[in-house]
């Protein structure tokens, strides 16, 4: 089984496409080892997690350390940004689902709320 560190310590992979998105049962497992407040779409194509904070510029601070985490993996979620909240949605575009790459991705900003 994949842990939370370990994921966390790995790095994207280019992703072009080409390639198809992980399977349900491939998802669920590398979801396993992230914070349980992660949730796979009923689409199966994202990978979502509610953020609360104490103010906008927690919230803020908080999303600006996401950006460079999708800075340096090359790897960028979608952000709904408000007060005291941020809700990160990480999808593979390129394979129209999810790929290791948006469970990385996670397993980062689970550190990042751990710190939080």
């Not at 496409?17 to 396993?32: C, F, I, T, Y």
Request: glycine letters at 6%; hydrophobic letters at 40%.
């Amino acid at each position: 089984m994949t842990s939370a560190e370990e994921l966390g310590s790995r790095r994207c992979k280019p992703c072009e496409g080409g390639v198809p998105p992980l399977s349900a049962d491939e998802a669920q497992r590398l979801k396993s080892a992230l914070h349980g407040d992660w949730r796979i779409s009923a689409d199966g194509k994202a990978l979502e997690r509610n953020c609360e904070f104490t103010g906008y510029y927690r919230t803020m601070a908080f999303v600006n350390a996401v950006a460079w985490i999708a800075h340096v993996e090359a790897h960028h979620p979608d952000l709904e940004v408000s007060y005291r909240r941020c809700v990160v949605r990480w999808s593979t575009h390129a394979v129209d689902g999810l790929t290791e790459n948006d469970f990385i991705c996670a397993a980062k900003v689970d550190r990042l709320m751990a710190e939080a």
